[in-house]
């Protein structure tokens, strides 16, 4: 039976030239990252700082590690943070900003990810008053997962900046998925992150290396980060290895080719679209596709037959399924399965 995975991007396997790359590194190009030894590790950092135009970075074992550090660094315990009310650090990070950080939590909801002011404004706490905690970093997240790929637009983000530094918040952008917003935009990466203090970003979903995912602000910021990195067990010691792996990810080909990923996701949901069933196709900005059932049919039903049936997904609610299209998956594999999910929806529902 042919299989489709399309549960998420961080099925992705290294591509050949990634795997060429690594199999060359000789132990000239390992050492100990602790110590901050590893020449491979230290090229990547800087190559990735560059890239997003900030002072430095940080190669961390995951995106779960990489916004906690950066929670970590830029508060203390007994802060109040402000996070989006479907965003990944609030929902699917195990509650580590209040576990680990100590860390109060204020959601804010939104349109598609983009905030309304006047309410962000009516949740900053008064600094002045002794029994509230202070607000001291608000967060957003680019794409946005929950929300379907969602970009967040760079006027947003600036005025989203200038929001933050009026309330003398610090502003910090999980960019698990940044990469995809700036192939979206057309745009470089930079002119994204320029208006975040603290940049995430995963170098194992979409750019399709194996482990791993970088951090970027300030060398102050990062001077923290490392050390809050440590303390989480994340010193990863000869991790040039895995950090080979990122340094093709970040050439610009390998950027350019998430294009592919994104002309997937479009013809999967115009697709689904063309189906005269009870469901909506949420709009497509990059590469997730996220269809709700209009009817009440639980989204597990469908997944439990379309898992039978090859075409492995993702039910992200009740009635919520979600598709991500990735490195390795076809435009033949994206028809087929269309073909199946018109199926299994014509059977269920």
């Known amino acids: 039976m042919k ?15 990634m795997w060429e790359f690594m199999k060359s590194m000789g132990n000239s190009r390992l050492g100990d990252d602790v110590m901050g030894e590893d020449p491979t590790v230290n090229e990547l950092e800087e190559k990735a700082a560059k890239l997003i135009g900030k002072e430095a970075a940080l190669f961390v074992s995951s995106g779960t ?10 508060t203390r315990p007994g802060d109040e943070i402000l996070l989006e009310e479907l965003s990944h650090i609030y929902g699917h990070e195990v509650g580590s900003a209040a576990r680990i950080g100590g860390l109060m939590i204020r959601t804010y909801p939104s349109n598609k990810g983009v905030p309304s002011f006047d309410y962000l404004q009516s949740l900053i706490r008064d600094k002045e008053d002794i029994h509230e905690p202070p607000s001291s970093l608000l967060c957003t997240e680019n794409t ?38 700036a ?9 994204i992150t320029k208006h975040a203090d603290s940049v995430m970003f995963c ?14 602000g300030s060398k102050e910021i990062i001077i923290k980060a490392r050390k809050f990195r440590k303390m989480l067990g994340g010193g990863m010691r000869q991790a040039g290895i895995l950090a080979a792996f990122g340094l093709i990810a970040l ?20 697709g689904l679209k063309s189906f005269n069933l009870p469901i909506r196709v949420h709009p497509t900005d990059t590469n997730i596709v996220i269809i709700e059932l209009l009817e009440k049919v639980r989204a597990l039903k ?14 992200i609610s009740k009635q919520k399924i979600r598709f991500v299209t990735h490195y390795g998956i ?11 999910i018109g199926l299994i929806l014509r059977e269920k529902l």
């Not at 192939?183 to 002119?191: F, H, Q, T």
């Open 251 to 270: 050439e610009p080909k390998w950027i350019k080719r998430l294009d592919e990923d994104h002309r997937n996701a479009k013809l999967l949901a115009q």
């Open 330 to 340: 076809t435009e033949d594999d994206i028809n087929y399965s269309i073909e199946q």
């Open 144 to 181: 946005h997962n929950y929300h379907g790929g969602t970009i967040i637009s760079i006027d947003v983000l600036k005025r989203m900046k200038d929001f933050a530094s009026n309330n003398n918040l610090k502003f910090h952008l999980d960019g698990a998925r940044i990469f995809n917003a």
């Open 65 to 74: 590690q990489g916004n906690l550090v950066l929670l970590l660094s830029q």
């Open 302 to 315: 469908i997944i439990t037959a379309l898992n039978k049936a090859g075409i492995l997904a993702f039910n």
């Open 183 to 191: 192939i979206g935009l057309n745009v470089p990466v930079s002119e």
């Open 3 to 17: 299989i489709v995975d399309l549960r998420s991007d961080t099925v992705t396997k290294p591509s050949p030239e």
């Open 203 to 216: 170098l194992s979903k979409g750019l399709s290396c194996p482990v791993g995912s970088i951090v970027a």
